[in-house]
């Protein structure tokens, strides 16, 4: 699963970076297969990739996974497995970087943030694994919804007032695979969303958290995922 570059303190592999090639990918552009050997992993410098799995029905649409945002990378089948576990399609006109899978191991071992970020990432896929086969007790729709926006606002969201804006633009379709959820029924919610003033959409169409708080409550924590929120949601 994809996990954040910290430039200013992750040295060794921002160098990597600026010595890599840049691949300029058009809206839709498959960068590889699932099956395909892996022989690098990728960074993300603007746009998004997704990552996806065949759909379950012969013939079915792709269903994405896992999204990689500006600075994360991605594709660390690469490490050890040495295929790709998911295809990696182009989300958005996008610009990324192929990195050497050695150079890339032996930079975190110098890298204490990204190490961190890779090893939480791998504890949070961990996690929705679980909670997503929660069966008939598991979270509702409107609560993986929840969650998947928190995430998204935690990984790209730019502050704005109390709440924060995405970055990238994610169509309904994407947030519904994520959520595990038919894309009539998030479009359901995020318009009650919307309405309710939990969230908002910019004139491009990108979404905005307005109520973080709003949104911990629905995905059922107690506590806000942005530090300092629960000071001010207490105050309004």
Same mark, same amino acid.
């Given at each position: ?24 990918? $058009? ?7 699932? &099956? @395909? +050997? *892996? ?5 993300? %410098?603007? /746009? ?17 996974? $896992? ?7 991605? &594709? @660390? +089948? *690469? ?5 790709? %576990?998911? /295809? ?27 190490? @961190? ?120």
């Amino acid at each position: 699963m994809p996990f954040r570059l910290h430039p200013p303190r992750d040295r060794k592999l921002f160098r990597l970076v600026k010595e890599a090639e840049a691949l300029r990918l $058009a809206k839709g552009r498959r960068l590889y297969m699932p &099956g @395909d +050997e *892996a022989q690098a992993v990728f960074l993300v %410098r603007s /746009g998004f990739v997704r990552l996806v799995l065949p759909g379950l029905d012969f013939g079915g649409q792709e269903r994405t996974v $896992a999204v990689a945002l500006p600075w994360e990378i991605f &594709g @660390d +089948e *690469a490490f050890t497995e040495g295929h790709r %576990r998911y /295809g990696a399609i182009a989300g958005a006109r996008c610009v990324v970087h192929p990195l050497p899978k050695a150079a890339v191991l032996t930079g975190l071992k110098t890298a204490k943030s990204s190490l @961190d970020a890779y090893l939480e990432g791998q504890e949070q896929e961990l996690h929705r694994l679980r909670h997503a086969q929660g069966g008939s007790h598991g979270p509702s729709t409107a609560q993986r919804l929840a969650e998947v926006m928190i995430d998204l606002g935690a990984r790209c969201g730019e502050p704005t007032g109390r709440g924060m804006q995405l970055s990238e633009r994610l169509t309904h379709q994407v947030l519904a695979d994520l959520a595990g959820a038919h894309r009539a029924t998030i479009t359901t919610l995020l318009n009650d969303w919307l309405y309710d003033g939990v969230i908002g959409s910019s004139p491009d169409h990108r979404l905005s958290i307005r109520r973080p708080g709003d949104l911990w409550a629905l995905a059922g924590y107690q506590s806000p995922m942005i530090r300092g929120q629960t000071g001010a949601d207490q105050g309004s």
